[in-house]
């Protein structure tokens, strides 16, 4: 599976973890976070380079990092089509994507320990959406896009 990751400052550390184990699970991990060269910029820069990875077909899944997880996901949402949700344990990760369809999970570096990141990451990327039922909660959260554009 092709992963887009991505962190401001505060994440970086986690993300290198994180990026690192999905390395050596056989994933191929499309890094856009900061490097810790230079300044590291808001958050918002680096969710929208996952959110048009995901968005444009050129990754599968999302992975997204700051201090508490929140900021980082307002903003890859703020991209149409494209769910982010804050996950701080393994079963909200694998519901998001079960239920909801989301492409993209996040968390805080102030709030998760790296073994945790990695059970967070691994229940979410193990995931597939059910559709079913929730299929017809899916399309009503897409209603909500289309509306908003004035469709």
Not at 58 to 64: H, I
Not at 126 to 151: L, N
């Given at each position: 599976?092709?992963?887009?990751?991505?962190?401001?400052?505060?994440?970086?550390?986690?993300?290198?973890?994180?990026?690192?184990?999905?390395?050596?699970?056989?994933?191929?991990?499309?890094?856009?976070?900061?490097?810790?060269?230079?300044?590291?910029?808001?958050?918002?820069?680096?969710?929208?380079?996952?959110?048009?990875?995901?968005?444009?077909?050129?990754?599968?899944?999302?992975?997204?990092?700051?201090?508490?997880?929140?900021?980082?996901?307002?903003?890859?949402n703020k991209v149409?089509?494209?769910?982010?949700?804050?996950?701080?344990?393994?079963f909200t990760a694998?519901?998001?994507r079960e239920h909801?369809?989301?492409?993209?999970?996040?968390?805080?570096?102030?709030?998760?320990?790296?073994?945790?990141?990695?059970?967070?990451?691994?229940?979410?990327?193990?995931?597939?959406?059910?559709?079913?039922?929730?299929?017809?909660?899916?399309?009503?959260?897409?209603?909500?896009?289309?509306?908003?554009?004035?469709?």
């Amino acid at each position: 599976m092709r992963i887009a990751i991505g962190s401001d400052g505060s994440g970086r550390a986690l993300k290198d973890a994180v990026a690192e184990h999905l390395g050596a699970a056989g994933h191929e991990v499309v890094d856009v976070g900061w490097d810790g060269t230079g300044q590291a910029e808001y958050s918002a820069r680096y969710a929208t380079q996952v959110a048009h990875l995901i968005r444009d077909g050129e990754a599968d899944r999302g992975v997204l990092v700051c201090g508490t997880g929140i900021g980082i996901s307002i903003s890859a949402n703020k991209v149409r089509g494209i769910r982010a949700a804050v996950c701080s344990e393994p079963f909200t990760a694998r519901h998001t994507r079960e239920h909801n369809g989301s492409q993209i999970i996040a968390f805080g570096a102030f709030v998760v320990a790296p073994q945790m990141a990695l059970a967070i990451t691994d229940a979410f990327l193990g995931a597939e959406f059910k559709g079913g039922v929730y299929q017809d909660r899916f399309d009503i959260i897409t209603g909500i896009e289309d509306e908003e554009a004035g469709c």
